[in-house]
């Protein structure tokens, strides 16, 4: 899988001390924090597996109809998404990160800033196979949180368009 071709925004990645990255792992983290800043792309999510998995306190995606329409949701329900710090602290399997990002909410103004800890799996290809995004470190364990997630993870897809081509997602400014 050739990562070069790939337009990534968020070059410059900062580590821990100690913790070096492979070129395709920056390609991977710098594709990821693009993700979370909201600038989606069918390039960026050509990175994931098909069946991979994206999870977070509000939902649990399997599969790339539903992760892909998490990832393209951001630009549909924050006007502004701003990363206020981000440093790599494993470069192992899973690549782990501290991020920090201010969102604000779109057309109520409402401004949450969300510290998190993000883990970045992969699989034996090299492909994102499951990203996890622990708010404060956590991720929601009971069974009523999870049903809503798993809901959120089948609603989402409904009301998110993906674009089909490139042409499509360059109109969407990806």
Do not use: C
Not at 22 to 28: A, D, G
Not at 94 to 108: C, D, F, M, T
Not at 112 to 135: F, P
């Amino acid at each position: 899988m050739s990562t070069s071709n790939i337009p990534i925004e968020n070059t410059n990645i900062k580590t821990n001390p100690g913790v070096e990255l492979s070129s395709k792992q920056k390609t991977i983290v710098g594709s990821v924090l693009d993700l979370f800043a909201g600038r989606p792309s069918l390039e960026k999510l050509s990175l994931w597996a098909d069946d991979a998995v994206f999870e977070d306190p509000l939902t649990i995606a399997k599969g790339r109809k539903q992760y892909e329409a998490q990832w393209y949701g951001l630009q549909t329900a924050f006007s502004e998404i701003e990363r206020l710090s981000h440093h790599v602290t494993s470069a192992g399997n899973p690549i782990s990160l501290e991020l920090r990002n201010r969102y604000v909410v779109k057309g109520l103004g409402k401004e949450q800033t969300i510290a998190s800890v993000v883990n970045i799996h992969t699989d034996s290809a090299g492909r994102i196979d499951r990203v996890e995004d622990r708010w404060d470190g956590e991720l929601p364990e009971s069974a009523v949180a999870n049903a809503f997630r798993r809901l959120n993870a089948v609603t989402v897809p409904k009301v998110v368009s993906v674009p089909k081509n490139k042409e499509e997602d360059a109109k969407k400014g990806n």
